[in-house]
């Protein structure tokens, strides 16, 4: 009996080989296509993706937060001079040096081109989305000049988690306008805060060009116009010519874990915050060091009591 079914039961063997080949076949057909396809697709990845990572936009600053600068940096001349700040950055003094011009730039922040537009004392700021130096610096910064002007298309940012003090959060001057009868300035971000692999500080750099400002730089960003332990640290402020501020303004972790509207309400309130103390501090040192520039005017901000005794810093 056995050996009477022997051939049927391997004719049915393969007859069920016959029927697996092409499914077999089907399934490595469909993984070969879907590989393919994957190839392709991360293939027109890379050559249509640009080289440079999308930089995240930062949204404008509220209207709280400006409103509360604006404000502690007109009421805070008449009360609020130099407080004693440990880490407080004390400028270079640049002697002998003609004095950084820059010529006024219209609201779209294109260059002017009217020989007749009247060259101004210029403010340069260099710094990095990143930085969290930079962050912390962009507070003072921003009351100083608020006091001979104003801002346009301010943004706020957040300085990298992966940095020391992470987080701090400050304004960013990328492709900012600022208007003033007084003073030009001219602020740059050399990158944002979104890694990259750039091998200069592993962030995205900015399209923005600073070749401008990296003459000042090479120049005063050294010995001996700035001491050997702050040499080419960001930021770096030039007050035309006058005097240079090179690194932190002041310890950065004061401003660590604080909102806008806390770094606000400090500010406007410096007798009880350390971090309004510091930060108002260096504001009107910076303010002290333009109106050198500016030959004290406007007169209500360079001869208030809070800028003569800031300028005993200088």
Known sequence: MFMLNYPFVELDRQRDRRRRVPTALITWMVIVVVGIVALSLIGLKLFTSPIVTKVNPFPSASSYTLSSIHNASLSSL???????????????????????????????????????????????FVGSEYCPYCAAASWPVVIALSRFGSFDKLK????????????INGFSFYMVSYNSRYIYFDGTEEAS????SNPYSGFTPFSQPVNNLMPLMRRYDQPPFTSSAKAGELPFIDIANKDIFSGALFPANLLGGKGYGTVAYDISHPSRSYTGQAVLTSANMLTASICTATNNMPENVCNSPAIHQASALL
């Open 78 to 124: 008449e009360k609020t001079g130099a407080y004693e700040v440990p880490g407080l950055g004390t400028p270079a003094k640049l002697n002998n040096q003609a004095t950084l011009l820059g010529r006024p730039t219209n609201a779209q922040n294109t260059q002017n081109t009217n020989s007749n537009v009247k060259e101004l004392p210029e403010v340069a």
């Open 156 to 167: 706020v940012a957040t300085s990298s988690s992966s940095e020391a003090f992470s987080g």
């Open 193 to 196: 805060s979104v890694p990259s």
